[in-house]
């Protein structure tokens, strides 16, 4: 065969496994799909390990180091849930086996969706959507199908004030829905003034991500919620970050009608490049007959001698299925030994921590980077990446140096409302150590944006890439190691 020239690392003749003499008789295949004829890679196992072993070693991940993404909430993923996901009742049940012989799993779920319920204060949980803006469409089309099902037809607008997550305005819009975008106020609140002008028969509700992203938790909620009640609309919380509220605030109680959960941020379960998400919804009692089908239930009370049966049911007003099968199960029991592990009193440190994290971290910087709402902040801070002396510097640059620094940069240009904006999240799993160690590169890159730019310029220096070139990047992107002949 033709030695291929795609592979950096294969060599003609070298293999990593023999395989025995076939023991049943040939027959015939393309001859397209022959070994012989695929431009394989020729390794042997020790050059495959080493190979995959280094790429792993390229990526960055809560496991190498601080990863203060804000909004995302990078916290880290206990080894524990990763056990308890492998037992083999969990790992190894398949969607389509009969009720009767999954009942550990269903008590799982059932027992998750009543503790979501008592988490955040709600009458109904469903566990099915796969990620928090599924979590988003799911609340928003049952926000559709409330006000169908009263005859109230002409609530066509959502709400969405400007610090809330990219998410929002997307999944109204994605629904159907006209988006209205609400301004903040000085202190970055909801202008309440602009949305009781807003505020009419056409409004199906708002979103409403609480604390926003900037951190701040509104000190007029409640307001906000009677606003948009009076006017007949419903209030969808986002609480794909609960990470500021747990066993201090619960969304239910404050009058939220919708909210979703992200298990993979505020309960720990792996996500980015490590897992797939689940975004449960929870919802009060009058939206309960609209959640996604099946919901998880009793259908056979404990007696004295027998456990309770669990079942699939399906409510009366069910908008439908959002995703096949379950929902992803395996985030399900990580998120639930989370909690386990926790019980009530640890998730409120879980809270408290993570906002007494975020406000050393801020306390620490705020000097140096401009804060652009005076506030004491909740899970996360937003400061300003840019000084008004040296216009050259953007937060782009702080973000590539911090690599240099062997941290993950925070999330940047995120919200709009801050210009050059850096939204930092540290999380509560996070020591005094490390949040030092961050708090010193931060203050060391601030120092050489002014007597040494040019190394926030060409950073970073010792990462796998330097400087990509981020439209190019997006807009012709290569995946592969090769490039065509003719290119
Ligand atoms: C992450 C996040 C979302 C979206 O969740 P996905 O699982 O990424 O779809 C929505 N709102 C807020 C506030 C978030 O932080």
Redesign the pocket.
């Given at each position: 065969m033709t030695e291929p020239t795609i592979y950096e690392l294969s060599s003609a003749g070298r293999t990593g496994v023999r395989f025995p003499e076939p023991d049943v008789p040939l027959t015939h295949l393309p001859q397209s799909l022959m070994r012989e004829v695929l431009p394989l890679p020729e390794l042997s196992e020790v050059d495959v390990i080493r190979h995959f072993t280094h790429l792993s070693s390229l990526n960055y991940c809560i496991d190498s180091g601080l990863y203060p993404l804000g909004?995302?909430?990078m916290k880290y993923n206990p080894k524990i849930n990763e056990e308890i996901a492998r037992l083999e009742g969990f790992a190894y049940t398949h969607p389509l086996q009969p009720e009767s012989t999954i009942q550990g799993n269903l008590a799982l779920m059932y027992d998750l969706q009543e503790t979501l319920k008592e988490i955040a204060g709600f009458a109904a949980v469903t566990l099915q959507p796969a990620?928090?803006?599924?979590?988003?469409f799911t609340g928003v089309m049952i926000i559709r199908d409330y006000h169908r099902s009263r005859g109230d037809a002409k609530r066509t607008k959502i709400l969405i004030p400007d610090s809330a997550?990219g998410?929002?305005p997307a999944t109204s819009a994605m629904s159907g829905f006209e988006v209205v975008p609400l301004p903040s106020d000085a202190r970055g609140n909801v202008d309440l003034a602009k949305l009781r002008e807003v505020c009419d028969d056409t409004v199906a509700g708002l979103m409403l991500?609480n604390p926003n992203?900037l951190g701040l938790f509104d000190e007029n909620v409640i307001e906000v919620i009677n606003i948009v009640h009076q006017a007949g609309g419903l209030v969808y919380g986002?609480g794909?970050?609960l990470n500021a509220l747990l066993g201090i605030v619960r969304p239910g109680d404050l009058g939220i009608d919708i909210m979703?959960f992200?298990l993979?941020?505020t309960f720990s379960t792996p996500?980015g490049g490590g897992g797939p998400?689940s975004?449960p919804v929870g919802v009060s009692a009058h939206l309960a007959d609209f959640l996604p089908t099946p919901l998880v239930g009793i259908v056979e009370k404990a007696t004295a001698d027998l456990p309770p049966l669990y079942g699939f049911i399906k409510p009366p007003k069910t908008i439908g299925r959002v995703k096949s099968f379950f929902g992803q199960f395996g985030m399900f029991v990580r998120a639930y030994t989370y909690i386990r592990m926790h019980g009530p009193e640890g998730l409120r440190k879980v809270s408290e921590y993570a906002v007494l994290n975020a406000n050393y971290l801020l306390a620490k910087m705020g000097d140096v980077y401009h804060l652009p709402y005076k506030r004491t902040c909740m899970h996360e801070f937003v400061v300003e990446g840019c000084w008004p002396d040296i216009p050259e510097i953007h937060a782009l640059d702080i973000a590539k140096r911090l690599m240099d620094y062997k941290f993950h940069p925070p999330t940047n240009y995120f919200p709009l409302i801050v210009h050059e904006a850096l939204m930092i999240e540290p999380t509560e799993t996070e020591s005094k150590q490390s949040l030092d160690a961050f708090a010193e590169a931060m203050l060391a890159i601030a120092k050489e944006a002014r007597e040494t730019p040019e190394l926030l310029k060409e950073a970073p220096h010792d990462t796998p890439i330097g400087r990509l070139d981020e439209v190019k990047a997006a807009k012709e992107l290569v995946l592969c190691c090769w490039l065509p002949d003719d290119k």
């Open positions: 909004s995302c909430t990620a928090g803006a599924q979590g988003e997550h998410t929002n991500t992203t986002d794909a970050n979703h992200n993979h941020k996500h998400g975004g």
